[in-house]
C-alpha cells in the first residue's frame, strides 16, 4: 500500500517523521532511482525500490525504546559541525544509531528518550499530542507571584500565547529559586525564553520526565531501555 515517503523513512527506522522530511528535500532519497524531492511523494515499501543515500531500505529494524540520562554539555545529534560532544557519545555502539525524541539543549540535563521508531517519536513530539514534561529550573531572583501566574497562564511568544503550565515553588536560596515546572507543549528553548521576558533568567534547567518515564535513580550520563509497563502507557 502506497504511503507519504517521509512515514516509509521513519517507520523503517532511518530518522524521525521531521529529520525524513529534510533528508527528502536535500536530495537523499531516490524511489526506482529516480530523486525524490517533493515532500508528500508517496511510494509502496513492497513494490518500490526506496534508497537513502544509495543504500537501499529493505528490512524494518527491531524497534528499540530508551531512556538517557543526558548530561549537560552534550548535543541531541549524531554529529556536530563544530566538534561538540554528542549524545551518542553517551551510548554504547549497539545503541549509537537511535535519535533523540525531541531535544534539551546543550546546557539542559535530564530525561531524553531515544530510538529508532518514527511514528512513537512523532506521536510524542507532536503539539496536538500535549504529552507533559516536567522540568525542574533554578531561576535567578525570586518570582512574585504575580510573576509565577503569568507562567501558569501563558505568555506570548513569537506572536502566539504558550500553553498554560503547571508551576511549582520547591525551595528559595538567597538569590535564586527552584520551580518545578509542567508544559504540554515544546517550543524552542521555551522555558529559558520565557524565564527571561519574566524577569528571572534560568540558572539551571533539568528534565525529570516524560509522560509517565520519570528518571528516578537514574545516574547522570546513563541509560536504560523502557519497561513493558512504561511502553504500555505510552500507547505501545
Given at each position: ?29 531516490r ?6 524531492t ?7 515499501p ?8 544509495g ?6 529494524p ?5 531512556l ?17 560532544r ?41 503539539p ?6 516536567v ?10 507571584d ?8 501563558g ?15 520547591l ?32 540558572l ?6 516524560i ?24 500507547g505501545?
Open positions: 500500500m502506497a504511503e507519504r515517503l517521509q512515514k516509509i523513512l521513519a517507520s523503517y527506522g532511518i530518522a524521525s517523521r521531521r529529520k525524513s522530511e529534510d533528508l527528502i528535500a536535500s536530495g537523499r532519497v524511489i526506482n532511482n529516480q530523486l525524490i517533493t515532500l508528500g511523494t508517496k511510494a509502496d513492497n513494490s518500490d525500490r526506496i534508497t537513502v543515500d543504500k537501499l531500505i529493505n528490512i524494518k527491531q524497534l528499540e525504546y530508551l538517557l540520562h543526558k548530561l549537560k554539555g552534550y548535543i541531541c545529534s549524531r554529529h556536530d559541525p563544530q566538534g561538540r554528542t549524545i551518542q557519545e553517551l551510548l554504547p555502539p549497539n545503541y549509537q544509531h537511535l535519535y533523540s525524541v525531541g531535544r534539551l539543549d546543550y546546557d539542559s540535563s535530564g530525561a531524553l528518550l531515544l530510538t529508532n521508531d518514527g511514528d512513537f517519536a512523532n506521536r510524542l513530539t507532536h496536538r499530542h500535549h504529552v507533559p514534561k522540568y525542574e529550573v533554578i531561576v535567578q531572583g525570586h518570582p512574585s504575580r510573576i509565577l501566574d503569568q507562567w501558569r497562564q505568555i506570548e511568544l513569537d506572536g502566539k500565547l504558550t500553553l498554560p503550565a503547571q508551576v511549582q515553588v525551595a528559595s536560596q538567597a538569590h535564586s529559586t527552584k520551580l518545578q515546572i509542567t508544559l504540554k507543549e515544546g517550543r524552542n528553548r521555551q522555558i529559558r525564553r520565557v524565564a527571561e521576558i519574566l524577569g528571572n533568567p534560568v539551571e534547567l533539568h528534565r525529570v520526565a509522560a509517565t518515564v520519570n528518571l528516578n535513580n537514574l545516574a547522570p550520563g546513563a541509560y536504560r531501555l523502557l519497561d513493558q509497563q512504561e511502553l504500555a502507557a505510552l505501545l
